[in-house]
């Protein structure tokens, strides 16, 4: 079966930086869109960002200019790069991959969890005040 597995969570004093990694395993992270969301305790899930199978990349309006989403395909492995990092931002970070059949279709969104189909465990990312 698909699987991803985060890595790369912890503490973090505001202003500092931390690099998370997805890697996936039995599926190949080109050949479907992958995407960071955050859950905050008492929130609803948060998109932050996302890559294509293309290479094409969103971000959320709260993290763009200090986070960066990037793929290394011959480790089949995204990451996202978080500078300046703010106490708003702590959350249980997890990445998910999405189907390129929806691509195809026109029904995957960038930022909407429910267009995503497997999911990693999440990993923790704690910004202290």
């Known amino acids: 079966q698909v699987q991803l597995v985060e890595s790369g969570g912890g503490l973090v004093q505001p202003g500092g930086s931390l690099r998370l990694s997805c890697e996936a395993s039995r599926f190949a992270v080109d050949d479907y869109a992958i995407g960071w969301f955050r859950r905050a305790p008492g929130k609803k899930y948060e998109g932050v960002s996302c890559i294509s199978y293309n290479g094409g990349t969103g971000y959320a309006d709260s993290v763009k200019g200090r986070f960066t989403i990037s793929r290394d395909n011959a480790k089949n492995t995204v990451y996202l790069q978080m500078n300046s990092l703010k106490p708003e931002d702590t959350a249980v970070y997890y990445c998910?991959?999405?189907?390129?059949?929806?691509?195809?279709?026109?029904?995957?969104?960038?930022?909407?969890?429910?267009?995503?189909?497997?999911w990693g465990q999440g990993t923790q990312v704690t910004v202290s005040s």
């Open positions: 998910a991959a999405s189907e390129r059949e929806r691509f195809l279709r026109g029904v995957w969104s960038c930022l909407n969890d429910m267009t995503y189909d497997f």
